[in-house]
């Protein structure tokens, strides 16, 4: 017999990873109020990828470079503690790239430093994705944002050393 009040849904051994995600996401919003405290050396929450309009009624969606300019910044920390990087990122990320991530020893990234300016590319025939290149000092790195559907959250699909387009010669 169930003796608690707790909702079915959200028993913690039934969570899925987006719910952990959001989870994630209201205690750092909580922790920007200084309801909770995080050492000084942790970077600030993300802010959220999606905010509501002045009225209220509709959401906007960010931009993939906005939002891939934000992931640059929280994946170039590496000396960020393992669990802290992770779910800083973890908003941004689709299910895939998660599941990859989750495994990402930050000390091992090998750059620490975004330059500004990044530049985006989109294919015509797939508006749905996006490639914003940095540089860092470590050389190019590339993000692949992608969408589900129009006015859905740009997410990262791939945060890896950007290599140049291979061009084809006949």
């Known amino acids: 017999m169930n003796t608690t009040n707790t909702p079915e849904g959200l028993k913690p051994e039934r969570l899925t990873m987006w719910q952990l995600a959001t989870l994630g996401v209201c205690a750092l919003t909580l922790t920007g109020c200084g309801l909770f405290s995080a050492p000084a050396d942790d970077a600030a929450p993300p802010s959220e990828s999606v905010s509501a309009s002045a009225s209220g009624t509709a959401a906007v969606v960010e931009a993939p470079k906005d939002v891939a300019i934000k992931v640059m910044n929280l994946f170039a920390r590496p000396n960020t503690p393992e669990r802290r990087w992770f779910i800083d990122l973890l908003p941004y990320l689709t299910e895939e790239y998660a599941d990859q ?68 010669t006949p």
């Open 101 to 168: 991530a989750q495994y990402t020893d930050p000390a091992r990234v090998p750059f620490n430093k975004v330059k500004a300016n990044p530049t985006t590319s989109q294919d015509e025939h797939n508006p749905q994705m996006v490639i914003v290149r940095f540089g860092t000092n470590d050389g190019p790195w590339q993000v692949v944002m992608v969408q589900d559907h129009d006015g859905e959250p740009w997410l990262v699909q791939a945060i890896e050393p950007d290599q140049p387009v291979p061009t084809f």
